[in-house]
Structures are given as structure tokens and as C-alpha cells.
């Protein structure tokens, strides 16, 4: 059973576009939401996080919004760049678990 | 600084060998993770560990065998090596293992039972 499900599974964006990737989630106890990023050959990296007390987090062009009610987070990349090409994985946690729940991945593609 | 160091990058296995695979971490951190990452259905957690001496399972521990002598060495071992176990394995490790405290993540190793 996938605890976050993420989409979609790929997603093609011209540079200079936003790319939006969703995921949600059926666990209320859930209280971290961090999205991470991968390139070819290496493991997820950090991008981004946030916890559900607020509504919206920006880091230069990373912006996650998040829907408590609707039990869903999305990942905006505004200015979309072709180095952003990587595959990006949102996840859950709730505080006194020791298990990152991920969804699925999107691979993200940006044509220059 | 090197981080979380994975060892090999890459094996192939037949069928009921065994293996284990390397990892370490120099960040002093106290939280160790295995994941397993295949095609389409992200990543797996399949053992942790809080501290030396101390290990549980994960969401998919069958199959896998952990230990933890020391803070910065978090061994995986495959016994009876299955096809079902060709994956892509990743060590993590973080330093209390709490709301915000992120993961870091190895390069991983690539594994492919035949």
C-alpha cells in the first residue's frame, strides 16, 4: 500500500516554465513533508521541506504548497531550468517514526 | 567531508550467493537507513538503526541482515541471494532522527541477482 502518492509519473516543461508535481497523502498523523531530488547516479538529495502548520514554503524558486484538508502538497519550480532535470520524490514522516514514506518519483525533464 | 560512502557501486550476484554491502558515514550521526529504490515505486526502507548495537526493521526487512558495531558503519547482507532482491540500494544517515532533521543519502549500489 503506497502511503504517498505521487503525479505525475514524468513531466515534459519548457525552460522558463513551471512545473508542478503533486502527492497526497490518507495518514493525519503525518507531520513532515520533505521533497527530495535525484540525479542519474546519485542518491535523493534534500530540496525542500515543510510541516502542515503552514500553508506555503518558498526557497528561490522552489515553492511548496500544501493542503491540510485536502491531505495534498504540491512542488512548484517556477523558471524551470534544464538543469532541474532530475527525479523528484515527495515523502512523508510523522514525529516518532523512523520510516521516510516516499511516493512514487516524477521525472522531470525541462527542454531548453 | 565525504559524507555517506556506499561500497560497491555495482555487483551482480547468481542465485543463492551471498554479499554484503558497505556503508559509512563520517558526519557522526546517530540514525543509519537502508532503503532499496526500484523502478516506479520509489524507496523502500528495509532496516534502521538508532545507535551502535541497536537495529529494526523497516517495511521490507525479509530476505536482509543488518548490524551496527560502531556510529559510522551500517553493513546490509544478502544471504541467499533472490532475483526479487535486484534493486538499488541507498544508505542514509541523520542526526537524531526528528521532525526537520533531513536524511543523507549515499550514491548507492546497484545490485542485479541472475
Known amino acids: 500500500q503506497q502511503q504517498v502518492k505521487q503525479s505525475p509519473q514524468s513531466l515534459i516543461v519548457q525552460k522558463g516554465g513551471i512545473s508542478i508535481i503533486n502527492c497526497a497523502y490518507e495518514?493525519?498523523?503525518?507531520?513532515?513533508f520533505p521533497w527530495y531530488q535525484q540525479f542519474p547516479g546519485k542518491g535523493p538529495a534534500l530540496l525542500i521541506a515543510?510541516?502542515?502548520?503552514?500553508s506555503e514554503k518558498k526557497e528561490g524558486r522552489f515553492t511548496i504548497s500544501f493542503n491540510k484538508s485536502a491531505k495534498q502538497f504540491s512542488l512548484h519550480i517556477m523558471d524551470s531550468q534544464p538543469g532541474d532535470s532530475a527525479t523528484y520524490f515527495c515523502?512523508?514522516?510523522?514525529?516518532?517514526?523512523?520510516?521516510?514514506?516516499f511516493g512514487t518519483g516524477t521525472r522531470l525533464t525541462v527542454i531548453p | 567531508n565525504a559524507g555517506v560512502t556506499q561500497t560497491p557501486k555495482f555487483r551482480i550476484l547468481k542465485i543463492g550467493q551471498s554479499m554484503t554491502l558497505q556503508c559509512t558515514q563520517d558526519?557522526?550521526?546517530?540514525?543509519m537507513y537502508w532503503y532499496r529504490q526500484d523502478p516506479g515505486m520509489g524507496l523502500k526502507l528495509i532496516y534502521y538503526?538508532?545507535?551502535?548495537?541497536?537495529?529494526d526493521k523497516g517495511e521490507v526487512p525479509n530476505g536482509y541482515n543488518v548490524s551496527r558495531s560502531t556510529t559510522e558503519d551500517f553493513p546490509l547482507r544478502l544471504e541467499l541471494a533472490a532475483p526479487s532482491q535486484t534493486s538499488v540500494y541507498f544508505c542514509?544517515?541523520?542526526?537524531?532522527?526528528?521532525?526537520?532533521?533531513?536524511?543523507?543519502f549515499g550514491d548507492g549500489t546497484r545490485l542485479s541477482i541472475l
Open positions: 542514509a544517515s541523520s542526526y537524531i532522527d526528528r521532525v526537520g532533521q533531513p536524511q543523507h
Open positions: 495518514n493525519t498523523a503525518f507531520d513532515y
Open positions: 515543510i510541516r502542515p502548520d503552514v
Open positions: 515523502a512523508a514522516l510523522y514525529t516518532g517514526a523512523n520510516n521516510l514514506f
Open positions: 558526519m557522526n550521526h546517530n540514525y
Open positions: 538503526s538508532v545507535g551502535a548495537g541497536i537495529t
